[in-house]
């Protein structure tokens, strides 16, 4: 079983900034990917960025320049970094992880119960 628990939303003015945290615990062999989606009311969830165990980063590109994605190997736990944040950010921010529960190479998705990011204009 894996646990991720995110913490860091809230509101916030346009302009400002918030940092989200994703703690992930449970009896696992090793993450691979970690990352954040969002989804936004009426709209379809979509990658905001994304961090390879060896630190390769991937960003949708509304959020290039402004979100920073991060990972602390040693805690389990990844970290969106946003700034200059725009009423358009405003969603329902999931982590995400790709597991590996043994040594074996298959990976396993695993969400967190999201957090709400609300940037007011």
């Known amino acids: 079983q894996v646990h991720l628990v995110e913490s860091g939303g809230g509101l916030v003015q346009a302009g400002g900034s918030l940092r989200l945290s994703c703690a992930a615990s449970?009896?696992?062999?090793?993450?691979?990917?970690m990352g954040w989606y969002r989804q936004a009311p009426g709209k379809q969830r979509e990658l905001v960025a994304i961090?390879?165990?060896?630190?390769?980063?991937n960003y949708v590109d509304s959020v290039k320049g402004r979100f920073t994605v991060s990972r602390d190997n040693a805690k389990n736990t990844c970290y969106l970094q946003m700034n200059t944040l725009e009423p358009e950010d405003t969603a329902v921010y999931y982590c995400?992880?790709?597991?590996?529960?043994?040594?074996?190479?298959?990976?396993?998705?695993?969400w967190g119960q999201g957090t709400q990011v609300t940037v007011s204009s």
């Open positions: 961090i390879t165990s060896g630190d390769n980063t």
């Open positions: 449970g009896n696992f062999y090793a993450i691979n990917r």
């Open positions: 995400y992880a790709g597991v590996r529960m043994t040594v074996l190479p298959a990976t396993w998705n695993h």
